[in-house]
T-cell receptor, first 107, second 114 residues
Framework: KNEVEQSPQNLTAQEGEFITINCSYS?????LHWLQQHPGGGIVSLFM?????KKHGRLIATINIQEKHSSLHITASHPRDSAVYIC?????????WGAGTKLIIKP | EAQVTQNPRYLITVTGKKLTVTCSQN?????MSWYRQDPGLGLRQIYY???????DKGDVPEGYKVSRKEKRNFPLILESPSPNQTSLYFC?????????????FGSGTRLTVV
């Protein structure tokens, strides 16, 4: 069965801290998406990874295909980064969703 | 602006009264999908469409219908809504099924069935 497991479930940090969110996935998942869900509910795609590393501003996503593990890092975190971050794996005909990590950055 | 437009944003309805949530994309995307999001359960796929007139069930299709008569539109139909369909619904589209170029999501529809 295709599965995606995410950790931690909740994360609270101080402004400026380096943030890491982890995602492990099972066999059968060909690529990994990272998405951000704002407090208002909207969902935005951040990255799609099938290998290596991608960077956009203060966000960095990495994937290790052999270990079936991906991480999302946020450098110099800011209160506006507070959101739910979700990893989702590309299954055969659908995305396999992680449970999400609720991130709160305190000023 | 490239976007997925969902309407309405909020809807309160009564059990059994048919309703339609509309979803429209202006990016000529082939793949469209509907999800529901419930606390503690995350996002679950309801239906998806690979192209015009091609639709298929996701994980939780019971109580829902969809159609894809035009490439841009993918409405979600609840023929006889029940309280267990109270949820936050998202429509999403992608240029292709593989998601290589990522997904674009609508703003969500918060549905309450009383």
């Amino acid at each position: 069965k295709n599965e995606v497991e995410q950790s931690p479930q909740n994360l609270t940090a101080q402004e400026g801290e380096f943030i890491t969110i982890n995602c492990s996935y099972s066999v059968g998942i060909s690529a990994l998406h990272w998405l951000q869900q704002h407090p208002g509910g909207g969902i935005v795609s951040l990255f799609m990874l099938s290998s290596g590393k991608k960077k956009h501003g203060r966000l960095i996503a990495t994937i290790n295909i052999q270990e079936k593990h991906s991480s999302l890092h946020i450098t110099a975190s800011h209160p506006r980064d507070s959101a739910v971050y979700i990893c989702a794996g590309e299954g055969t005909y659908q995305l396999i969703w992680g449970a999400g990590t609720k991130l709160i950055i305190k000023p | 602006e490239a976007q997925v437009t969902q309407n309405p944003r909020y809807l309160i309805t009564v059990t059994g009264k048919k309703l339609t949530v509309t979803c429209s994309q202006n990016m000529n995307h082939e793949y469209m999908s509907w999800y529901r999001q419930d606390p503690g359960l995350g996002l679950r796929q309801i239906y998806y469409s690979m192209n015009v007139e091609v639709t298929d069930k996701g994980d939780v299709p019971e109580g829902y219908k969809v159609s894809r008569k035009e490439k841009r539109n993918f409405p979600l139909i609840l023929e006889s809504p029940s309280p267990n369909q109270t949820s936050l619904y998202f429509c999403a589209s992608s240029p292709s099924r593989t998601g290589y170029y990522g997904y674009t999501f609508g703003s969500g529809t918060r549905l309450t069935v009383v």
